[in-house]
């Protein structure tokens, strides 16, 4: 939302304020309400105001601490008060007045009072720089689920860091230059881990980390939190599973509608934003405690309306929700909205080309919340990965006693995958009860990256540019004791998920709004992780505990379905962008460049529209979000 950047001379050379100022007009989009410089001596500092919450109004920053120590912070507290006793001014008042402190003083408070276990305790969607000048280091760190971005480039006698990308590339002598292991993560299905970065030399920190530099180009790295795998939670009834999910829903909610205006929802007729909608509109509508203080916030949805493809509308149910608690709905017309509609227009941004398939929709969607006045615009993107998805624990249902639903779920898969009864007891049941007792070294390895490439996608260039052989967030999973908490984890923490939401941060903070997604909430995750995976989700029973966590606040639950747009996807390839994509394909500077092989690439293309079937499909996503990239940024390097 707001933007942070700065340069550190460990050299003592003086930072130019010119510099630093060219960096933050580089994303002027960052501070609509203000930019904010401290430039003394070696020490460049940049503060953009993108004002969301009450107590950001008028803020100023870096807020500056004992012995010249100076934080900048991008950031939403969750747990205000679990600090308010340690920041200056009675009851956590700024300085000596009655303003409640801002979220950046309460945190560095919390920092400077315990360095080592702070950042583990701070809730909420933050990234922050922390000069000390007694140390003469640099702190930087990103929250847990990577909902606010942060970057870095450590020199011999200098430190640069940025919010955006291009902050970075805006200051003087730092190179451009395409770093090809970004793009072959990219081309193997946009699955490009958190930490790297498309520009050489450029780094980012990891969700959940620290990163410590000092004189001499020394950096020291430590994650300060992640879910702890031996964190187990065991109920006796559903009931309780539901009880506990209901509470962190409305914690989440409440902490994410502290802000100092109105907020939009896109609101789909699935169950992750009617959620978001319902638990909105329910706190609204009983004036529950905890509201901002200028009371609870006006709600407004924005949904996607079909005429032409009526198995992708779900107004429906959107509109069941919306009644119900009271809330506007503006309709966006899908014919006007389709993928690659207008192009070069809606194209991804200088930083990378990670794009999202329907961005005209996403896009009109964030520039009618910024038109009605916005503080925040809400997105679902994580429910599904934390409560559905692919996750199957037959086993665990076996465990529990569970035997009449074990047989109905295996009925099903074996007509789902057409396997046979063999087969599905050896994948579902034998195999997860022996990974719980192999070690991890001598588990079956899930499929290797390059193995999830196209055809078309040059192998000799997946394996020039060091591709490894498993994927960062697989191996993380290993620390789960069973295969469905390791999917699970896979689902949740999965690179495609940590890129779509810095997607959306940037996108929503260039039209001034904040994004936010109450399903990304660190205790969720934790939540989620600690379950027996049967209590959130079955074959039979499809998110099943947050339909029944929502029980009374959702309207008819059972309604929310899940409706994958695919069909406009297919059906605009073929139609009206046909022309467009072939361009792309044809003239490929991806293919100039070696990334893509066009003659297999042209073959795939033709294959596709000579069927009308949508099972022949191929990831065409990944390559034509990068070609445009390439097109609209390194054309002419």
Same mark, same amino acid.
């Given at each position: 939302?707001?933007?942070?950047?700065?340069?550190?001379?460990?050299?003592?050379?003086?930072?130019?304020?010119?510099?630093?100022?060219?960096?933050?007009?580089?994303?002027?989009?960052?501070?609509?309400?203000?930019?904010?410089?401290?430039?003394?001596?070696?020490?460049g500092l940049v503060y953009q105001s993108l004002e969301i919450t009450p107590e950001s109004v008028g803020e100023r920053q870096p807020v500056a601490?004992?012995?010249?120590?100076?934080?900048?912070?991008?950031?939403?507290?969750?747990?205000?008060?679990?600090?308010?006793?340690?920041?200056?001014?009675?009851?956590?008042?700024?300085?000596?007045?009655?303003?409640?402190?801002?979220?950046?003083?309460?945190?560095?408070?919390?920092?400077?009072?315990?360095?080592?276990g702070g950042p583990a305790r701070i809730l909420?969607?933050?990234?922050?720089? #922390?000069?000390?000048?007694?140390?003469?280091? #640099?702190?930087?760190?990103?929250?847990?689920?990577?909902?606010?971005?942060?970057?870095?480039?450590?020199?011999?006698?200098?430190?640069?860091?940025?919010?955006?990308?291009?902050?970075?590339?805006?200051?003087?002598?730092?190179?451009?230059?395409?770093?090809?292991?970004?793009?072959?993560?990219?081309?193997?299905?946009?699955?490009?881990?958190?930490?790297?970065?498309?520009?050489?030399?450029?780094?980012?920190? #990891?969700?959940?980390?620290?990163?410590?530099?000092?004189?001499?180009?020394?950096?020291?790295?430590?994650?300060?939190?992640?879910?702890?795998?031996?964190?187990r939670i065991r109920y006796r009834r559903d009931e309780e599973y539901a009880e506990h999910l209901r509470e962190l829903l409305i914690d989440a909610m409440r902490a994410r509608l502290r802000t100092k205006g109105p907020v939009g929802v896109s609101l789909s007729g699935g169950l992750d934003s009617g959620t978001i909608a319902s638990v909105a509109g329910w706190l609204r509508?009983?004036?529950?405690?905890?509201?901002?203080?200028?009371?609870?916030?006006?709600?407004?949805?924005?949904?996607?309306?079909?005429?032409?493809?009526?198995q992708c509308d779900e107004r429906e149910n959107a509109y069941r929700i919306a009644n119900h608690y009271g809330i506007p709905v503006?309709?966006?017309?899908?014919?006007?909205?389709?993928?690659l509609v207008n192009y070069p227009a809606h194209g991804p941004d200088e930083d990378d080309p990670f794009m999202s398939m329907f961005q005209p929709f996403v896009d009109t969607v964030a520039d009618s919340s910024a038109a009605d006045g916005a503080s925040v615009l809400f997105h679902g993107t994580r429910g599904d990965l934390m409560f559905g998805g692919t996750v199957v624990d037959i086993y665990g249902l076996l465990l529990s006693g569970r035997l009449g639903q074990v047989r109905t779920e295996l009925g099903l898969l074996r007509r789902y995958e057409n396997l046979s009864r063999a087969a599905v007891l050896l994948r579902y049941v034998v195999a997860p009860g022996f990974s719980r007792i192999i070690p991890p070294a001598l588990?079956?390895?899930?499929?290797?990256?390059?193995?999830?490439?196209?055809?078309?996608?040059?192998?000799?260039?997946?394996?020039?540019?060091?591709?490894?052989?498993?994927?960062?967030?697989?191996?993380?999973?290993?620390?789960?004791?069973?295969?469905?908490?390791?999917?699970?984890?896979?689902?949740?923490?999965?690179? #495609?998920?940590?890129?779509?939401?810095?997607?959306?941060?940037?996108?929503?903070?260039?039209?001034?709004?904040?994004?936010?997604?109450?399903?990304?909430?660190?205790?969720?995750?934790?939540?989620?992780?600690?379950?027996?995976?049967?209590?959130?989700?079955?074959?039979?029973?499809?998110?099943?505990?947050?339909?029944?966590?929502?029980d009374g606040m959702l309207p008819?639950?059972?309604?929310?379905?899940k409706i994958v747009p695919a069909p406009l996807y297919y059906h605009v390839l073929r139609s009206c962008v046909r022309p467009t994509v072939q361009e792309l394909i044809t003239n490929a500077r991806a293919a100039e460049l070696g990334f893509v092989d066009r003659v297999i690439l042209s073959e795939q293309w033709d294959s596709f529209l000579s069927s009308s079937n949508d099972a022949v499909t191929f990831d065409l996503w990944s390559t034509l979000s990068l070609e445009i990239w390439l097109r609209n940024h390194w054309a002419q390097r």
């Open positions: 939302m707001s933007g942070i950047c700065g340069i550190i001379h460990f050299d003592g050379a003086p930072v130019s304020r010119a510099e630093v100022l060219r960096m933050a007009n580089a994303a002027p989009h960052r501070g609509p309400h203000g930019t904010f410089i401290h430039c003394e001596g070696s020490v601490g004992p012995a010249g120590s100076l934080l900048l912070a991008d950031a939403r507290l969750d747990n205000r008060g679990d600090f308010a006793a340690h920041a200056s001014g009675a009851g956590g008042a700024r300085g000596g007045d009655e303003r409640p402190a801002t979220d950046a003083e309460l945190m560095l408070a919390e920092l400077l009072r315990d360095p080592e909420g969607d933050f990234a922050w720089a #922390l000069w000390d000048p007694r140390s003469c280091e #640099l702190r930087l760190a990103r929250d847990a689920m990577g909902m606010r971005a942060l970057y870095y480039r450590v020199e011999p006698n200098r430190v640069l860091f940025a919010t955006e990308v291009k902050q970075i590339l805006a200051a003087d002598r730092v190179p451009r230059k395409l770093n090809e292991l970004a793009v072959a993560w990219h081309l193997t299905g946009m699955q490009t881990p958190p930490g790297v970065v498309f520009y050489e030399g450029i780094d980012a920190v #990891l969700p959940g980390e620290e990163v410590r530099v000092g004189p001499g180009a020394r950096v020291h790295r430590r994650i300060f939190w992640r879910p702890d795998p031996r964190h509508e009983r004036n529950a405690p905890g509201a901002p203080a200028g009371g609870w916030p006006e709600i407004r949805a924005y949904t996607w309306a079909f005429t032409e493809l009526p503006q309709e966006i017309p899908a014919e006007e909205t389709y993928p588990r079956r390895c899930r499929g290797r990256p390059i193995d999830s490439a196209e055809a078309h996608v040059s192998r000799s260039f997946l394996v020039r540019s060091g591709l490894p052989d498993r994927d960062p967030v697989d191996i993380d999973s290993e620390s789960r004791w069973d295969e469905s908490g390791r999917e699970r984890y896979r689902h949740v923490y999965t690179s #495609l998920v940590m890129g779509a939401v810095v997607f959306l941060d940037r996108l929503c903070a260039l039209r001034g709004v904040g994004f936010s997604d109450p399903w990304s909430d660190r205790r969720i995750a934790d939540f989620a992780l600690a379950c027996p995976q049967h209590a959130l989700h079955c074959v039979t029973d499809q998110k099943r505990l947050p339909r029944r966590a929502l008819d639950p059972r309604a929310a379905r």
